[in-house]
């Protein structure tokens, strides 16, 4: 009962004006920056961080966490329209939501995608309102062996969950760790595959391979297919959100695991991308219309972008509770609140009541408001679809080289986003799925260290994994997951033979 | 007439020259400034530069804006390689930690200090021993006792970044007590903290900072700081105990220091004028209530050197880490 107090409490707080004001601005400038791919949130939140310290804490955190959520609503977009996901856990928004955009449903992919995002949020926000300081010590047993596992089940219910041929989702998945391998080895602080090439020092980033893999490669895709976007029939009006609307709440089911999938792995340390990573390859398995997705189907962009956010919003929690940020953004957001003088940690919520609260309630606030903001965007970001094609994509390419290029402000991952480009390409022409791929070079390094870190723990013994039931219930999971097909044949094979 | 021209072009001369001389003495940025962090975001120098990037901007300490970039990879080696291709370039400064010695040692990339133009020492950072508060080690000597009671190799300390201060100073612990534990690296400092709170390691040398708010929140015990003195700071944070409440290492029998420096650097060739301005710019910076706080909030040492006192406490480092590193086994091949 405590909490509600507060958090009307908190309401208070946000809905001052100057408050509010803060929010709308803090929404606009988060999708602007989302949209562009590259700069993504934690740029984004870096560079307007200092505009905030003449503000009280409370105001600033709100604008900031404002500008955060945009930019979580504003990746949806370029991943729909262009296909180049803007952030890791976009990657599988794409799947099906740029197939419907080239199917003429841009209005439909971006108002499931919307809303979706704005329901898994808020179910994370209520979790936290609710449970917040006991699911706060359920991180404290997450250590490297509770991590491996749940990448090994990321991994898992991927290769096991998917439609393609198995041997080429291990395939494109070990080239993906190849890549993850080069850089600095962070257990011994080694530099591995590198071959003395000093630009290599940070390995492949995950931003570089996408934007090459999927932007350049599509835009090559379609050049060979006769120069033309298919979207250009997009209906441009508000009906088709009222439209979409109506037919969402029939998928409430993938909804309501896509959020607890979310929650769940946003409160352990693990973050947005297994979750939506899993999540979407869960839904295929389960849902009805599984066999069509990756053709556009809309509850495949519902399963990844529900999790996703309900993973990122919950992520606040260890970083509020702990003081370890789950994501850059939320890293950068830290900091924010060192220089406020805001210690994170157990004794926040009990000496900063305010702020938390407050924080909390523009968290609901500033999630409705984003919605509104983007959904009567909605129109105006399908209409740019009916742009000709000779047009938009010099400007995507332009677009791509200027968020290569500002990942790390250096030329050469300009080239190496067109090296990516053409085996983007290549791979597509050769069937190879790229999610795998992607999935490995962003989980690759972290699932690793989990690995080695817990073996390092454990002397070497294979044990570690399955030395207590946190633990081991996952990696079990983790291999149901795996051999999903197996053991659905063999139990059909059961059944027909007992008939 | 001709002597008037004459002494009109020689005034027009020497005023401009002395013109010249007076923008040289007071060199200013001309353009956005970059501030180089060899690491990532989140991190102790990463906080540091962010809050001095909060500080220049709210008192307008520059004309220029002033541009935090991190430049992670290696070990922190992009940013140092970054700032030594920059010679000549005034607009780029960068923020040093440790790794400024340890990475060319132990990835043997080509980098070394003495590329770099040194500005000022702004302060250095404590490392604390801590372990879990549930566990019955009350002071250094029931730790070592465990430690040493412990079979070889199964005592876990916790650390950030491999090969990097954190191990330096787990190695120098087992050398003076003879044990060995088992170092575990993780990414970052708060990463640790959290692991050390779950019990996933037995002990850790976080900064300060990295673990206070585990401390006030009862989780986690510090034990001693490895400095020659006790930390300045007497407000109490928990249990009615302050910073300077903790013993340092070496009065419980444990004869290990270690400072890290928080130090910056400008690009090679950088003129006197310049690394003047930039002097001058970090002692406006230290005058701050907000600078002072954030020093409070991380229990750093204030020590600030510039000039040839600077240059020769980093010489020294230099050597020092040399020999650790040496006998830690942790150079590279080839060095």
């Given at each position: 009962m405590e909490e509600l107090v507060n958090l009307f409490h908190g309401f208070a707080v946000a809905l001052q004006p100057y408050n509010m004001m803060l929010m709308i601005i803090g929404i606009t400038l988060g999708v602007i920056i989302g949209v562009l791919p590259g700069l993504g949130g934690a740029n984004g939140v870096a560079i307007l961080l200092p505009l905030t310290f003449s503000m009280p804490p409370t105001s600033a955190i709100i604008m900031l966490s404002c500008i955060y959520w945009g930019a979580l609503f504003g990746g949806a977009i370029t991943s729909i329209l262009f296909n180049i996901p803007g952030e890791p856990w976009s990657v599988a928004t794409t799947f099906d939501g740029y197939p419907m955009a080239q199917q003429g449903?841009?209005?439909?992919?971006?108002?499931?995608a919307f809303t979706s995002s704005f329901v898994g949020a808020l179910f994370a926000v209520i979790m936290i309102t609710l449970v917040a300081p006991l699911v706060a010590g359920f991180a404290l047993r997450f250590g490297p062996a509770e991590k491996f596992a749940v990448y090994f089940l990321a991994f898992c219910s991927f290769v096991g969950l998917s439609k393609e041929p198995p041997f080429k989702t291990i395939a494109a998945m070990m080239m993906g760790f190849a890549l993850a391998a080069v850089g600095l080895d962070s257990i011994t602080g080694q530099l591995r595959l590198t071959f003395g090439v000093t630009e290599l020092l940070n390995g492949f980033d995950f931003l570089i391979a996408v934007i090459g893999l999927f932007g350049i490669g599509e835009i090559l895709l379609t050049m060979e297919e006769g120069l033309a976007f298919r979207g250009g029939n997009a209906s441009i009006n508000l009906r088709v959100v009222l439209q979409t609307w109506r037919g969402l709440p029939a998928y409430w089911m993938t909804s309501l695991r896509s959020c607890l999938i979310g929650c769940w792995m946003g409160v352990t340390p693990a973050g947005a991308t297994p979750a939506s990573f899993m999540s979407y390859g869960i839904a295929k398995r389960l849902a009805r219309r599984g066999n069509n997705f990756g053709k556009g189907e809309i509850e495949g962009v519902i399963a990844p972008e529900t999790a996703a956010h309900a993973a990122g919003t919950s992520a606040l929690l260890p970083m509020l509770s702990l003081g370890v940020p789950g994501s850059p953004t939320a890293a950068v957001l830290l900091g924010g609140l060192l220089i406020w003088g805001l210690q994170p940690g157990p004794m926040l919520f009990v000496e900063q009541k305010e702020f938390v609260w407050g924080l909390i309630a523009s968290m609901y606030l500033g999630n409705l408001a984003g919605l509104i903001v983007v959904l009567t965007c909605?129109?105006?970001?399908?209409?740019?679809?009916?742009?000709?094609?000779?047009?938009?994509?010099?400007?995507?390419?332009?677009?791509?080289?200027?968020?290569?290029?500002?990942v790390h402000n250096s030329t050469f991952d300009v080239m190496l986003m067109l090296v990516f480009g053409v085996l983007g390409y290549l791979l597509k022409k050769c069937n190879y799925p790229l999610a795998p791929l992607v999935l490995a070079i962003v989980l690759g390094d972290k699932a690793e260290e989990a690995f080695r870190q817990s073996l390092l723990g454990s002397q070497g013994s294979l044990g570690v994994f399955f030395s207590n039931g946190l633990v081991s219930t996952i990696m079990a999971l983790g291999l149901v997951a795996l051999f999903w097909s197996a053991i659905q044949e063999g139990y059909s094979r059961l059944r027909t033979s007992l008939a | 007439m001709k002597p008037f021209v004459l002494n009109v072009a020689l005034a027009a001369i020497a005023m401009s020259c002395a013109n010249s001389v007076a923008s040289r003495a007071a060199w200013e940025p001309v353009r956005p400034v970059e501030f180089i962090v060899p690491a990532g975001t989140g991190g102790g120098a990463d906080q540091m530069a962010r809050t001095i990037q909060g500080i220049v901007t709210k008192h307008n300490l520059m004309k220029q804006p002033l541009v935090v970039i991190n430049k992670a990879g290696g070990a922190g080696g992009e940013g140092f390689l970054d700032v030594k291709t920059s010679s000549g370039n005034p607009h780029k400064i960068i923020i040093t930690l440790s790794n400024l010695f340890t990475t060319p040692l132990a990835t043997g990339i080509p980098f070394n200090w003495k590329d770099l133009s040194p500005v000022a020492m702004l302060a250095l950072d404590e490392f604390v021993l801590w372990v879990n508060a549930e566990k019955p080690y009350n002071s250094v000597k029931d730790y070592v006792d465990a430690a040493k009671k412990a079979p070889s190799g199964s005592f876990k300390m916790g650390g950030t970044g491999s090969k990097q201060e954190d191990q330096i100073i787990t190695v120098g612990i087992e050398k003076?007590?003879?044990?060995?534990?088992?170092?575990?690296?993780?990414?970052?400092?708060?990463?640790?903290a959290v692991q050390l709170v779950g019990n996933h390691v037995d002990s850790t040398v976080n900064n300060p900072i990295e673990a206070v708010a585990q401390w006030r929140g009862g989780k986690l015990r510090p034990l001693c700081v490895f400095d020659a003195q006790p930390m300045a700071y007497d407000e109490p944070i928990a249990d009615g105990k302050a910073w300077k409440d903790i013993p340092t290492c070496k009065s419980q029998g444990l004869a290990m220091e270690y400072l890290m420096l928080r130090g910056i650097f400008m690009s090679p060739k950088a003129t006197k004028d310049q690394i003047e301005y930039y002097v001058e710019l970090f002692k406006k910076v230290r005058a701050t209530p907000e600078w002072q706080e954030f020093m409070k909030s991380g229990a750093f040492n204030t020590t600030f050197l510039t000039g040839a006192d600077y240059a020769k406490w980093i010489e020294a480092e230099e050597k020092r880490h040399e020999v650790l590193m040496k006998e830690a086994g942790f150079l590279a091949s080839g060095n």
């Open positions: 449903r841009p209005g439909e992919a971006l108002t499931a909605v129109p105006i970001f399908a209409a740019i679809l009916r742009v000709p094609f000779g047009i938009i994509a010099p400007l995507i390419l332009v677009l791509c080289a200027i968020g290569a290029y500002s | 003076v007590i003879d044990a060995k534990f088992t170092y575990i690296p993780y990414k970052g400092g708060g990463e640790v």
